[in-house]
């Protein structure tokens, strides 16, 4: 039996249809679905990734959070100089009897008491008594001044065990020095000391009564067969004009500083304690009235009773000078009030400051921001101490003790130290640095993402400038001139190169491409002014000979001829390079760059990178310029060979500025993977993070830095969020240069549609 319409068994012809349409139709509207979510996907992704980084970058952003934690009742005789644990659980006091104080903070009662150990210089004399105690800032360490003119060091140790998982501290008290400071027993107000255990070596200093500077070293040497101490004093003075009202000794004994009355800051260089002539440099019309030394011994903080605060260090006016100069470096917004009391963080360049009036500020040196400011809740302050950690504080006054919580994660970054110049310690004038680490606790980060983003930026350049000319020609020569036939085998290999691995390319660019462009460099020159001159004339020459030779060839073999012709001629340069170098550069090329130009001359430099990059880029650039060339419609050529123009001609006025959209974007896209390129940048330049264009030099990109950085970066540490800040640094970079080729493309579009 059979159906009317169709043959018998089988559905109709119309039914069949219209189930293969229905299925066509669920299976496009499938694929739209499908394309849709993945468009969808992409932008999800890329948008989550840029929100995980700048979620990553804003803590860089927050200030510092100081909240006050408690205000402890203490006993009303310990005040004055303090000291604290790492821990922020005990608190040592210096009281005018010269007593020091332990008080635990949780509860406020003394735990310890230790009395300085003070006995007459001769039997007759009255027991002296302490005229006024201080705490030597950024150390464990009392120093307290005599009736008698001497000065009492008295080092605090915290002793740390465990009973159980309970931590117990237990201070400790070494051997207190007395130094004499007065031969004549007269007491002294300005004063100041310090102490290393490690070398045994004890320096202090007061200026006397009649302005004299005194100067006091003690040095302790331990026989390590016998054990025998062997203790040294020796006494020095300096005549000083100046009525001097705080003085300041750094933690090596080397630098002493000195604030007068009339705004000057006085320096002086003690060898082995003997001091040198006096350096004198004005820090206003007002007194300075603290002086703190910053962790490393290098950074001086001044407060003035103006209340302006500063930062100065000793710079050398020329890279080669052996001279130093006390220099002002920086300023912080003045304080309502006198500076009181300055207190240096151990961790970094971080450091207190309070003023007469109460007005506490946490500032930071480097980023020369201030983190913080706040009110005293106590009325007098008279001590002030920074704990070890810089995440506690503690102010003091007769019967109070203040204490305040220190978040500060982030203090090293501000917009000037990842975008300006900043001057660091050691160097002549500000400058643009990126110098993540160091070898020492008290080194400074310097953090400038500028010098990276100079680098990534003069990579790409090197890279464009040989890969932009070389593909686009290239793509025009395979697109309008060159033999189908031959063509067929080029544009495959060509775009085959891009499938090389960057490791690869930066691999032999560092191992083998660096050491061999330092010998034929002079070569290399000549390469770029013999080859273009090769090519012309070889190509005249071709076209010169008559018609009936060149078709006694197959199509095609003109392009063998040349690239023979080119390899010899950058063979020969290759072997001519050490007669061009003797003849030219006067027989070493890299003695006569850094003579005549002063440029120095570095193996791995922009060159090898530009080189081994445009090697990368040019198989990007060339395929999609060739796709956009060969795709002009067949048409416009057509008419313009009809009317007349040549071929040349044609390519130039017609098919270049109608494939101008095309070949806009591959060099756009060339760009962004020039930006983006790590390996060969990490392997073939010096990563040397400089501010220079110089094509000799190396540089640091910021793809290659975090590459380089990140496994060494603590999780959520300043450095690690660095990173990330250069990371949307070149986001928002290659996201910039597409939006601006993507409109300027339309345009181009829009402008030769028509043709």
């Known amino acids: 039996m059979s159906d009317a319409n169709g043959t018998p068994g089988q559905p109709p012809p119309l039914e069949k249809m219209g189930r293969h349409a229905h299925r066509r139709r669920l ?4 694929a739209a679905i499908l394309v849709q979510f993945g468009g969808l996907g992409i932008i999800a992704s890329i948008l989550g ?74 039997p007759e004399m009255p027991p002296p008594k302490i005229v006024s105690s201080a705490t030597i800032p950024g150390t464990q360490i009392f120093a307290a001044a005599t009736s008698d003119g001497r000065i009492a060091i008295q080092p605090v140790d915290w002793d740390v065990s465990f009973e159980g ?24 107000g300005v004063y100041t000391a310090h102490h290393s255990k490690r070398y045994g070596i004890t320096t202090a200093v007061a200026q006397l009564a009649d302005g004299t500077i005194s100067i006091v070293r003690r040095v ?69 009235t603290a002086l703190s030394m910053l962790i490393g011994g290098r950074s001086l903080v001044a407060g003035q009773a103006n209340g302006n605060v500063s930062i100065w260090f000793r710079v050398r006016p020329e890279q080669d000078s052996n001279e130093f100069r006390l220099t002002r470096i920086r300023d912080f917004p003045s304080h309502p009030g006198p500076i009181a009391m300055l207190a240096p963080s151990k961790r970094d360049r ?15 040196s480097t980023s020369e921001r201030t983190l913080w400011q706040g009110r005293s809740v106590l009325d007098a302050p008279t001590g002030m101490y920074f704990s070890p950690k810089s995440d506690y504080a503690y102010v003091a006054e007769p019967g109070k003790l203040a204490g305040y919580r220190i978040k500060n994660p982030h203090p090293e970054v501000s917009w000037k130290a ?144 040349m690239a023979v012709l080119l390899v010899s001629t950058i063979w020969a340069c290759v072997e001519m390079s050490p007669a061009i170098e003797k003849l030219v550069f006067g027989g070493n090329f890299e003695r006569w760059l850094d003579r005549t130009l002063g440029i120095r001359y570095d193996q791995r430099n922009a060159v090898v990178v530009g080189l081994a990059m445009g090697f990368a880029v040019i198989p990007i650039i060339f395929a999609i310029s060739e796709d956009a060339l060969s795709n002009v419609p067949r048409h416009l050529t057509s008419a313009s060979l009809a009317l007349g123009a040549s071929r040349w001609q044609t390519v130039t006025q017609v098919v270049l500025p109608t494939a101008s959209p095309g070949i806009f974007s591959a060099i756009m896209i060339g760009f962004g993977r020039a930006v983006g390129e790590t390996m060969i940048v990490l392997m073939a330049t010096g990563n040397t993070p400089i501010m220079d264009w110089d094509m000799f030099a190396g540089f640091r990109t910021l793809s290659a830095n975090i590459a380089v950085e990140i496994p060494e970066a603590p999780i959520g540490g300043t450095l690690y969020r660095t990173l990330f800040v250069a990371a949307l640094l070149l986001f928002m970079l290659t996201f910039t240069v597409n939006t601006l080729a993507e409109l300027i493309r339309q345009r181009l579009r829009e402008r030769y549609a028509k043709l």
Not at 27 to 30: A, E, Q, S, V
Not at 166 to 176: A, L, M, S
């Open 418 to 561: 990842l975008f300006g110049k900043i001057w660091y310690e050691g160097y002549t004038k500000p400058d643009y640095t990126w110098q993540s680490t160091g070898g020492t606790d008290d080194f400074e980060s310097k953090i400038s993402l500028l010098p990276l983003l100079v680098g990534t930026l003069k990579g790409t350049f090197y890279s464009l400038i040989l890969a932009i000319p070389l593909a686009v020609f290239g793509a025009m020569f395979a697109s309008q001139f060159m033999h189908p036939t031959i063509k067929g085998y080029v544009k495959p290999m060509v775009e085959t190169m891009a499938s090389l691995p960057s490791v690869v390319l930066g691999f032999l660019a560092g191992l083998w491409l660096a050491p061999l462009l330092q010998k034929i460099f002079p070569g290399f020159i000549a390469m770029f002014i013999v080859l273009p001159l090769v090519a012309v004339a070889a190509s005249r020459v071709w076209m010169a000979l008559p018609r009936a030779i060149r078709n006694r060839y197959p199509a095609g073999v003109e392009v063998a001829i």
């Open 165 to 188: 998982s309970t931590r117990v501290i237990t201070p400790g008290f070494p051997e207190t020095i007395e130094l004499l400071m007065d031969g004549e027993g007269r007491p002294f």
């Open 49 to 122: 990734i840029l929100l995980f980084i700048v979620f990553t970058v804003l803590p860089l952003l927050k200030a510092a959070e100081v909240t006050q934690d408690h205000v402890y009742d203490i006993p009303a005789h310990a005040n004055g100089a303090l000291l604290g644990d790492e821990y922020n659980t005990h608190v040592a006091m210096m009281g005018p009897d010269g007593v020091i104080r332990v008080i635990n903070i949780e509860t406020g009662a003394e735990e310890t008491t230790h009395s300085i150990p003070l006995e007459p210089l001769l």
């Open 27 to 30: 299976i496009d509207r499938t």
């Open 350 to 364: 971080a450091f207190l400051v309070i003023d007469q009036t109460g007005l506490i500020s946490l500032n930071f």
């Open 220 to 288: 302790t040497e331990k026989n390590s067969f016998t054990g025998e101490v062997e203790e040294s004093i020796d006494e020095y003075a300096a005549e000083s004009p100046y009525h001097l009202t705080v003085l300041m000794l750094d933690e090596e004994q080397r630098d002493l500083y000195g604030g007068t009355s009339e705004g000057q800051i006085v320096y002086w260089r003690l060898a082995e304690g003997q001091p040198g002539e006096p350096e004198v440099v004005s820090a206003g019309p007002s007194a300075v």
